[in-house]
């Protein structure tokens, strides 16, 4: 990174991290999510579920017709098929986190059972902790995302809530 790209900030916590321009953030964010699709799935689905639900969103928010997708006549997918202008930079850092947010849900219903209970884990893995700590401060919570897949696994019955009758804690059980 130069310093063009990043500014030191100071979080709450008196940990250093860095801020990346929207541009960064996002194009990082997408071909994160993209490259986990395409562990579940073919490569040609990932990115054109990627490519739809972000024609989807523009609906919604407005800036992200400065995201483009390419349309793909090889398969040779890589992070130059992204483009964003810098236009996006302009944005603010929590609408642009909505916008996040709503993307990686929709991904998730795309792929379906496919994305799979570790989905969010695997992704935050590939994203790295650096981008994870930017899109957080951004107001994406992939933690609720963790919890939405929990909850809907104890309505399906993959999983029972489990006490300890030695304490007042209970905790979530995945049943095999």
Request: proline fraction near 1%; charge should be negative; avoid cysteine.
């Amino acid at each position: 990174m130069n310093d063009e790209e990043t500014a030191r900030i100071e979080n709450s916590d008196s940990e250093k991290i860095y801020k990346l321009d929207n541009q960064h953030v996002v194009k990082r964010t997408l071909m994160s999510l993209i490259y986990v699709a395409t562990t579940k799935t073919s490569d040609d689905y990932a990115w054109s579920s990627i490519k739809k639900l972000m024609n989807e969103l523009k609906v919604t928010y407005d800036f992200l017709k400065y995201v483009e997708i390419k349309d793909i006549k090889q398969l040779r997918y890589s992070i130059d098929d992204i483009l964003i202008e810098p236009n996006l930079n302009n944005i603010e850092p929590r609408e642009l986190g909505k916008a996040i947010q709503d993307i990686i849900d929709l991904l998730k219903k795309y792929l379906g059972k496919k994305a799979g209970y570790f989905f969010i884990q695997e992704f935050k893995e590939v994203l790295g902790e650096q981008y994870h700590k930017i899109i957080k401060s951004m107001g994406v919570d992939l933690r609720l995302v963790e919890l939405q897949d929990e909850l809907y696994g104890v309505n399906t019955g993959k999983y029972k809530i489990k006490d300890d009758s030695n304490s007042n804690i209970a905790y979530i059980e995945k049943i095999d």
